[in-house]
């Protein structure tokens, strides 16, 4: 009997680590996640995905100039929404629960607002949505502008979700999610980091523009 009260503080101890480790999980960011995620960590993760709530959790909206994120190029010809988005952007925000700035900032850094740009990977519509993507969000017509705006708005969602972090769900939109998942926080991609820049002063613009 005595060798079982001698485990028992053993126990015990190693049970306050496993509650404690795992609600310093719920209050972890991608970025300070290590790449060999813990169990902990990957049920964060899909209590997050499996989240029914409206509501995306707190954003920590960085300075384009923050490290690793480039500065991007004058915002002078970035000019106002173009008059027949405006509604679109207005009922997508609404429906989705994204700002409307962010998606008038993507849309301008997608395909200036081009209903029918095809990006050289095959990306199609305004917001610039890839086939299997399409597929994943039940996109019918790529080149519809609401559909794909819709779309597109219910991804970047889906993505500030997970993430929690702007320039995350930015990068992960820019590179796919597993991109982002696989280095633990911002890709080193020249591309991907200029582009979340891009959005992020875009969204400053809009935000100033929209209100």
């Not at 994204?98 to 081009?114: D, G, I, Q, R, T």
């Not at 219910?154 to 992960?172: I, P, T």
Request: charged share 20%; aromatic share 8%.
């Amino acid at each position: 009997m005595s060798r079982y009260f001698l485990l028992l503080p053993a126990v015990i101890c190693c049970a306050a680590f496993l509650a404690a480790a795992d609600n310093a999980c719920g209050q972890m960011t991608v970025k300070e996640v290590p790449l060999n995620r813990t169990a902990a960590w990957e049920r964060h993760v899909a209590k997050l995905q499996n989240s029914r709530s409206s509501a995306l959790p707190p954003l920590r909206v960085p300075s384009a100039a923050a490290p690793g994120i480039f500065a991007s190029k004058d915002l002078s010809t970035a000019g106002d929404v173009p008059l027949e988005w405006l509604e679109r952007i207005k009922h997508a925000s609404a429906r989705h629960g994204v700002s409307a700035a962010l998606l008038a900032a993507v849309l301008k850094a997608e395909s200036n607002f081009n209903t029918y740009a095809i990006s050289p990977k095959g990306a199609r519509g305004a917001m610039q949505i890839m086939p299997d993507t399409a597929r994943e969000l039940g996109l019918q017509n790529s080149f519809d502008p609401d559909e794909n705006l819709n779309a597109g708005a219910l991804y970047l969602s889906n993505l500030l979700r997970e993430f929690s972090q702007l320039e995350l769900a930015l990068a992960a939109y820019n590179a796919g999610p597993e991109a982002v998942r696989q280095y633990g926080g911002l890709p080193p991609y020249e591309e991907t980091r200029i582009y979340v820049a891009r959005v992020l002063d875009l969204f400053k613009h809009y935000s100033r523009k929209l209100g």
